[in-house]
């Protein structure tokens, strides 16, 4: 290749190269809108399930339906999978019963049970009526177990082998067998009443002689996940052990069912999301949620903010006459408040973060907060020392300088250790830290600020 010359994929922005091509979009709108079928297949057909899941998602509910309806039978169980919960439901009902019952037979039972969980008994039975009698009994008993446990998210297809078994044993059983995963990575080793007592990595399996036997090729890690367990503790065990798979036990200790490491990092991403949506107060939405419905789940938090921020006008309003002698404090109180809040977000989120991950512990967590505390008296003190020079040349009080300052230090100080001990604090009573700790840090930020700078003008400037 000459130099200046490009391949295809530098011609791309590195932010637009998973991104749906804008272009095709158009060609498959286009397509839709003159009723062509055969031309809207042939666009759709290079792309992955979890781009036609965006593309179902990016288009308006009118467009969607005439979409689904005019790709028919081309429609892959892979996309329902793959799509959002807020408008799975709706692409379901769209879908005509017979291409539904045939992408639901293309999936694995884990998603299967996944779709299963959000949808209405009437849309749950279509699906179940869809399924092969043996797959139908293994959904409908993985739906028996808890909501959000390891139960809900393993897939009942695994493969498994007999402790004395051998390489060339097990090999020529996953060759005849018609039933085996679309996806797996390992080979389970069970004792004669069913118990996993350890697995071989395809890897390993493939690269051993047939005579070898199939226990001295056992991974050195190895954990087995009960089928109650917590899906947040799964995916945990997934990241903090580095598992690919992992296979799921019942109470007598018999091998269920499977988990693999993406539906562990599914889990992992949907904590995440979660978290950062439940700091901010807008609750679970999604971008294709309804106006009522957004608007339903942001209301609690605006109300409680509203509580909040009266309490701080309380404070504030002890200080009328320290304001109205000194007006210069109602120019600079926001700013106060303001640092104060932006401080006590940094060490929040910081905490929520350590706590979901279980690096903050009562281990280190003494140890967490005086690092926190002690950030926020040295960020105080350099701001103490802009603000009090800005407050001397702005307006020209000196001690006006020095209050400000005095009262950025504490707020800081203050910020740093309630956004690391309210979270702490929330969590050991039980209480989610990300969905309740932004309103108690932001109301001890403002209330502290506003009484720390007006109660020491009042007492300086006065």
Known sequence: MTTGETTPETDVSSDDVYNLDRKRVAQILFALDRDDRDTLVDLMEPLHPADIADLLEQVNSFDRGRLIRLYGREFDGDILSELDDSIREEVITALNPQVLAEAVRELDSDDVVDLLEDLEEPQQEAILGALEDSDRVAVEQSLRYPENSAGRLMQREVVMAPEHWTVGQAIDHMREA?????????????????????????????????????????????????????????????????????????????????????????????????????????????????????????????????????????????????????????????????????????????????LATRDLTGANVWRVIRREVLVGLINGGIFAVVMGIIGVIWFGTPMLGVVIGAAMVINLVVAGLAGTVIPVILDRIGVDPALASGAFVTTVTDVVGFFAFLGLAGAILI
Do not use: C
Not at 211 to 222: G, K, N, S, Y
Not at 252 to 272: C, K, N, Q, S, Y
């Open 178 to 354: 018609e039933d085996l995963p679309e996806q797996f990575y390992h080979v389970v080793v069970v004792d004669p009443r069913v118990r996993p007592i350890g697995q071989v990595t395809l890897g390993r399996l493939m690269s051993a002689r047939r005579t070898t036997p199939l226990m001295d090729l056992l991974e050195e890690t190895f954990q087995i996940i009960p089928a109650d367990q917590d899906e947040e503790d799964v995916a945990y065990a997934f990241n903090q052990y580095h598992l690919i798979s992992a296979p799921v036990v019942d109470d007598d200790g018999r091998l269920v069912g499977a988990i693999t490491i993406d539906d562990a990092m599914i889990v992992l991403d949907e904590e995440h999301e979660e978290d950062i949506l439940r700091l901010a107060g807008v609750g679970d939405g999604s971008l294709s949620d309804k106006v009522s419905e957004t608007t339903k789940q942001r209301f609690p938090w605006l109300a409680v903010n509203l509580v909040t921020a009266i309490f701080a006008s309380m404070v504030i309003a002890q200080f009328e006459a320290t304001i109205a002698q000194f007006v210069a404090l109602a120019v600079l109180m926001p700013i106060v408040a303001s640092m104060g809040g932006n401080a006590g977000t940094q060490s929040l989120t910081v905490a929520v973060r350590a």
